[in-house]
């Protein structure tokens, strides 16, 4: 069946550190792909979005490829703030959407 | 952009009473809301799919009869966690899927979830 697999945390950084969570995932057909984010206490936010291979989706210096050789989505930034501290949830989209275990994310100053 | 809207954002109720929480789109029409639960520190579990004007869709594990839901327009799912026990207590988040999209492709947007505690 269909899944997604991520990494485990929790991931702690220092302010400005690069930042990589993977992602991986099986699937039957070509889903869409999605990262979505939790703040503490909140519901879920999307994030970015992927709906074919090698397409990249962006947001707030977030980015994410869609690669469906290793059928692969990580989620990278570049130089990561105090406030991207959550919880990080990746998703694939066939007739319902199916997350992964989450990652947890720790940014200290 | 689409916004849905759950109510309540929490709630405390007593063993053995019904709670019901509700998960609107405010701004488009959803013939599909899906229904998921959240452990602390856990991922989220699809419990239920729920089809606007016909019966819902349940995850293998779910009690039907426990956790009711009702699609009873476009814009509004409700849950009604019957004869509630502490172990139901949990987050509950709703999203919604928009009418016009195709399944694949289509963003699924969330409500901010609901905050169940029986006591």
């Known amino acids: 069946g269909n899944s997604v697999t991520q990494m485990e945390g929790p991931v702690t950084l220092s302010e400005e550190a690069f930042l990589t969570i993977n992602c991986t995932y099986t699937?039957?057909?070509?889903?869409?792909l999605f990262w979505y984010v939790q703040y503490p206490g909140e519901g879920l936010q999307l994030l970015l979005k992927?709906?074919?291979?090698?397409d990249k989706g962006s947001n707030k210096g977030f980015e994410a490829t869609y690669r469906k050789e290793t059928t692969s989505f990580h989620l990278e930034k570049g130089s990561v703030q105090v406030s991207d501290s959550a919880v990080y949830f990746c998703a694939l989209s066939t007739d319902k959407l199916i997350f992964g275990t989450g990652t947890r994310l720790q940014v200290f100053p | 952009g689409a916004v849905v809207s759950q109510h309540p954002s929490w709630v405390i109720c007593k063993s053995g009473t019904s709670v019901k929480i509700e998960c609107r789109s405010l701004d488009f029409q959803a013939t599909t809301m899906f229904w998921y639960r959240q452990f602390p520190k856990q991922s989220l579990m699809l419990m239920a799919t729920?089809?606007?004007?016909?019966?819902?869709?349940?995850e293998q594990g779910v009690e039907k009869d426990k956790f009711l839901i009702n699609h009873a327009s476009l814009t509004l799912s409700t849950l009604t966690v019957t004869s509630a026990h502490p172990e139901d207590s949990s987050f509950y988040i709703c999203?919604?899927?928009?009418?016009?999209?195709?399944?694949?492709?289509?963003?699924?947007?969330f409500g901010e979830g609901s905050w169940l505690t029986v006591v």
């Open positions: 729920s089809n606007e004007g016909s019966k819902a869709t349940y």
């Open positions: 999203s919604a899927r928009d009418i016009g999209g195709r399944v694949n492709g289509n963003t699924i947007y």
């Open positions: 992927a709906t074919k291979a090698d």
């Open positions: 699937a039957t057909g070509y889903p869409s």
